[in-house]
Every structure is written in structure tokens, then in C-alpha cells.
């Protein structure tokens, strides 16, 4: 390997391409011996990954296919949080590498560290192209460590999300299902509506317990009681979808 391509600063510098998803550049340094196996530490949760996990991470397409090319491991995982490439793209809302994963045979069920699958990472950014595309290959109920499931990750994200909660309700999410701390995902949408008005009022009030002292308000109950609403009437409306197709195959 050339010496230049073996320093802690090169190896940033091979890392900085591939996010900035410079293919001239990372030919140039895999010509020079840049390794496709060597990871890169994130100081701040001591996260590592190796190149192709962290193409697929920045979004960079065309890095990844040079990378894959030069032999790099598209299956590794990374090192604290076990996340794949598949949690990823999902998390990108990145739907073409989304289906390009799963044409290789990533397996939508498999969990990182915290339990969490694809779908619930997807959900969780709300993400409604790659909550789409996952739902035929996950359980959508499925429930992490904590015991949320992917809708509660949806609800998590307020209204940014409502379109991936929609998705998931419509495709027959559970509306029940509560976690560890004994919340539906409305509730747990409740909860975080609560903290996000208290820290607008009070960015210290929301810091000591992110979870305790529900303070909930009149615009938070209305917000969730619209929530709610639209919760049942997207539920209704999947109840309808599957009579209306069981009907259609009886008279077939």
C-alpha cells in the first residue's frame, strides 16, 4: 500500500470522497492501495464503518458500485448501533437503493442493537417511500426492545411523519399495541407533542425527564384528537380495502 494511502488523515480523506460520493477521487485512491475494508470511527458515539456501509449511509451510489467492484463488504454492520445497509437507505428514504438491497437478499426482518428492523427506521424519519416498499417483507407489527412498534417510531416524529402513519394504518398497523411504558403509538405521540410545546416554552423543562411530567395542553389535545380521528378513519379505510378484495375473489 502506498504510505500516502495508509495515514489516518488519507483514510478521512478516501472517507470525505465517498460521502461527497466523488468517484474520480476514490478511483484515484483505491489505484493508490486506499483499503475497502478498514473502517472509519465517529468520535462522537464511537460508531464505526467500513465503505460500503458508509456509501450507503451518505446516499452515494455511485461510490457504493465502485466500492462493491474493488470488493468491498456491503453485509458488515455497524459496530455499536448493528445497523445494516438496508436500515439505512431505509432511514434515507433512498427507495432505488432500498430495492437494489433487497434484490441482493437483504432480509427486512433482521434487528440492530436496539431491536428496531428497516421499516421502523424508515417510519421513524418518516420516511413513507421506503415504508412502503418494506411493508410486503416485514412484520409491521413487529416491536423493538422497548416495545414499540413501527408505528409507534411514525407517531415519535409528529407531524412530519403523518404521511408514513398514514401508510402504516392503512396497511393494518395496530392501533393497540402498547410498549414497555405502556403507551399506544397515539399516546406515545401525545407524549411527544407535550415535550416538544414544553421545550418551546422552556428548553430546560423537557431536559431533566424527557418522559415525565405530561403537561398536556389544549392544543395537544386537539392536535391528538384530529390524530385520532384520522387513525380511524385510515384503519376504516383498510378494513374496506381487504372486504372489498375478498369479495372480488369469492366472486372469482
Known sequence: MDKLTSTPAAKRKFFEAIRE???????????????????????????????????????SGAALAILLE????????????????????AA???????????????????VDASG???LMHAAKQGKAATVSALLARSDIDAQDREGN???????????KNRTAMRVLVEAGAALDIKNSR???????????????????????????DYWAGLDTKKSTASECGALARDMLIWS?????????MGQRRMRL
Do not use: W
Not at 152 to 157: L, N, P, Q
Not at 196 to 204: E, G, I, L, S
Not at 236 to 244: F, H, L, Q, S, V
Open 149 to 159: 412498534t413501527a408505528l409507534h417510531h411514525a407517531a415519535s416524529g409528529l407531524r
Open 182 to 208: 405502556g403507551q399506544t403509538a397515539l399516546e406515545r405521540y401525545e407524549v411527544a407533542l407535550d415535550i416538544k410545546n414544553r421545550r418551546a416554552r422552556d428548553p430546560q423543562d423537557a431536559q431533566e
Open 236 to 244: 376504516a379505510a383498510e378494513r374496506d380495502t381487504k372486504r372489498a
Open 70 to 89: 474493488a470488493g468491498a463488504d456491503l453485509r458488515e454492520v455497524s459496530t455499536t448501533t448493528k445497523r445494516n445497509a438496508l436500515m439505512y437507505a
Open 21 to 59: 460520493d466523488n468517484v474520480a477521487a476514490i478511483r484515484d485512491m483505491l489505484a493508490q492501495g486506499a483499503s475497502v475494508s478498514k473502517r472509519i470511527y465517529r468520535k462522537t458515539n464511537n460508531e464505526a464503518f467500513g465503505p460500503a456501509l458508509y456509501a450507503v449511509k451518505c446516499g
Open 116 to 118: 428496531a428492523t428497516a
Open 92 to 110: 434515507n428514504g433512498d427507495a432505488a437503493m432500498l430495492m437494489r438491497l433487497l434484490a441482493l437478499g437483504f432480509d427486512a426482518r433482521q
